[in-house]
Every structure is written in C-alpha cells, then in structure tokens.
C-alpha cells in the first residue's frame, strides 16, 4: 500500500504564493516521475508540472515561469512553488507518483483558492 499525503493548500490573493508538498510512503519500491495536476470545478483534471526522476521538468503555457516542481528523492516528497497566483489558478491540487514497475498513485488533493 502506497500513501501520499498532500500539504500547503490554502487561500491566498492574486499575486500571492503558495508552496504544496507530497509525501509518499509505503510499500513503493522505485519512483520515476512525480507530477502535478489540478481540476477547476467543472472542468477536466489537468497537467500542471511534471518532473523525471532526472530532474527534467515541463510545465503547460498556463503555469510556465510562474510555477516550479523540484523533488528530494531522499524524502520520497515533490513540491510545487507557485508564484504571482491568479484567480484562475484556483482547483484542487492532486499529487501523481509513478513507480518504475508502471503503477501509479494520486494523493488527495488540496484545495488552492486565489482571490482577486
């Protein structure tokens, strides 16, 4: 069993930043990348950032150059730096992890609301 615990949603006005974390645990033997997704209400789940155990990152036009994902393979744990946040950045927050044995696991998602 594989667990990933989200954290650092939160409320913040336009312009604002927000840093989010996930943590996996349990029975995971190997992680290749780790990702970033979001879903607005109404709307389908997106990709948000995505990062190789590498190190290479890709971002979508939306969030480039304001958001940045990084991951400590010690801590099993990626993280989300989000800056100049925009109303339209408001969703839930989910967290994928993808194991080199070609399983995957979503945390639970945090809510993130920008205010204008």
């Known amino acids: 069993q594989v667990q990933l615990v989200e954290s650092g949603g939160g409320l913040v006005q336009a312009g604002g930043s927000l840093r989010l974390s996930c943590a996996a645990s349990?029975?995971?033997?190997?992680?290749?990348?780790m990702a970033w997704y979001r879903q607005a209400p109404g709307k389908q789940r997106e990709l948000v950032a995505v990062i190789t155990d590498g190190g290479t990152t890709k971002y979508p036009d939306s969030v480039q150059g304001r958001f940045t994902i990084s991951r400590d393979n010690a801590k099993n744990t990626v993280y989300l730096q989000m800056n100049s946040l925009k109303p339209e950045d408001t969703a839930v927050y989910y967290c994928?992890?993808?194991?080199?044995?070609?399983?995957?696991?979503w945390g639970q998602g945090t809510q993130v609301t920008v205010s204008s």
């Open positions: 994928r992890v993808f194991g080199r044995g070609g399983d995957d696991y």
């Open positions: 349990g029975s995971l033997f190997s992680i290749n990348n």
